[in-house]
């Protein structure tokens, strides 16, 4: 297997912005038409949508515990707002039991698409949202901004080749 890529020290990821869940749904589906994607950093391109599709999921279903409460209550009262509002670092690695229900498996990208559509579609007609596991419960709107943040991290490792 392959040394992991540090991501936090990938050049040329892509600086996006998208202000609705609608605009993330916009980007995949522009990724679809293209001719291939290059991904940057350690997962494939499917890996990247099955993540997006798995948190959007999550995020109606709910996610595993993962976050010691003292640092739920710190992340809750200092950095909430700031990662709901700005761009998302990457190089972030998961503790364990995160990982296990996180990390996408090796994943086609026709696959992930298809799942990506339907989590995308659910999330869009469901209104039940669960709380976050570092963040507590989380607003409807909150929401739209945390996963507009995570698909713009993630996003940006996919350089479309036009």
Known sequence: MA????TGKVKDRRKLRFDSIDDIAAE???LARC??????????SGQVVEHLTITLNNSI???PSFVPAPLRLFLRLFMKRKILSRPMS???RLPAKAAEHMLPKPTDWDVALANFRRAMQRFKSETRRMPHPAFGP???????QLHCRHSE???GFLVPVE
């Open 3 to 6: 040394t992991p890529i540090d």
């Open 28 to 30: 995949v589906e522009r």
């Open 35 to 44: 001719k291939d994607i290059k991904a940057l950093g350690n997962w494939s």
């Open 61 to 63: 279903d709910g996610f």
């Open 90 to 92: 990457a190089g972030l």
């Open 138 to 144: 989380l607003t409807s709107a909150e929401w739209d």
């Open 153 to 155: 991290l993630h996003l």
